[in-house]
């Protein structure tokens, strides 16, 4: 450094501190964004567990709606046209 004329000094001096910061705020806004992307993917996943789950859910609330009639019956057990009408749906 001690063969660099005075004009070359004071450029590096100029230069070298904002390159520095140019290149440490793209590192940090490198960084934040991979963390919100991180936490965008995580708070989707979490939300479609929760739907595919209320989604099950309602197709088993579906399936006990439409065989309560057969299974509420008072003689559910004995009765044959109740037993011939849920072999058939199987």
């Not at 099950?56 to 044959?80: E, F, R, S, V």
């Amino acid at each position: 450094m001690a063969n660099l004329t005075i004009q070359t000094r004071i450029l590096l001096l100029a230069l070298l501190p904002s390159t520095l910061l140019a290149i440490l705020l793209v590192s940090f806004s490198l960084y934040q964004t991979k963390q919100l992307g991180q936490q965008g993917v995580a708070s989707f996943e979490e939300m479609f567990q929760q739907n595919q789950q209320a989604v099950i859910k309602n197709y088993m609330q579906l399936g006990k709606t439409a065989i309560a009639h057969l299974y509420n019956a008072p003689d559910a057990a004995t009765n044959p046209e109740i037993k011939a009408q849920a072999s058939s749906k199987q």
